[in-house]
Nanobody, 126 residues
Framework: QARLVEFGGGLVHPGGSLRLSCSGS??????????MLWFRQAPGKDRERIAC????????YYLDSTAGRFTISRDNAKGTMYLQMNDLKPEDSGIYYC?????????????????WGQGIQVTVSS
């Protein structure tokens, strides 16, 4: 069964950096053919899509509030995706979810059919 697991969350001070990883396993089709995403859910708010990387890694997309601070990347040989987060702000706190969908382009992603990780907590606080 397809599975995604996130690593690297924790507590960081404002202005600090954190790198999340997402490792996939059990996919019937190699994960390299999936678009992969990071979502975030802050307390009392809806889950929001913050970054997406297409299967060929040529195209990436970011939520406006994270562009320039966050970088999404992937290593298809390792079946792993990353989110480098710099200049973190308290409003970046929340549960971060890794996700994957069998779509070539981020514009075609449908998470009703996609695979979700269990989520990992990120807290930005002094």
């Amino acid at each position: 069964q397809a599975r995604l697991v996130e690593f690297g969350g924790g507590l960081v001070h404002p202005g600090g950096s954190l790198r999340l990883s997402c490792s996939g396993s059990g996919f019937m089709v190699d994960l390299q053919y999936y678009s992969m995403l990071w979502f975030r859910q802050a307390p009392g708010k809806d889950r929001e899509r913050i970054a997406c990387i297409e299967s060929n890694s040529d195209s990436t997309y970011y939520l406006d509030s994270t562009a320039g601070r966050f970088t999404i990347s992937r290593d298809n040989a390792k079946g792993t995706m990353y989110l480098q987060m710099n200049d973190l702000k308290p409003e970046d706190s929340g549960i971060y979810y890794c996700a994957a969908d069998f779509a070539r382009h981020c514009t075609g992603v449908d998470m009703d059919r996609g695979v979700w990780g269990q989520g990992i907590q990120v807290t930005v606080s002094s």
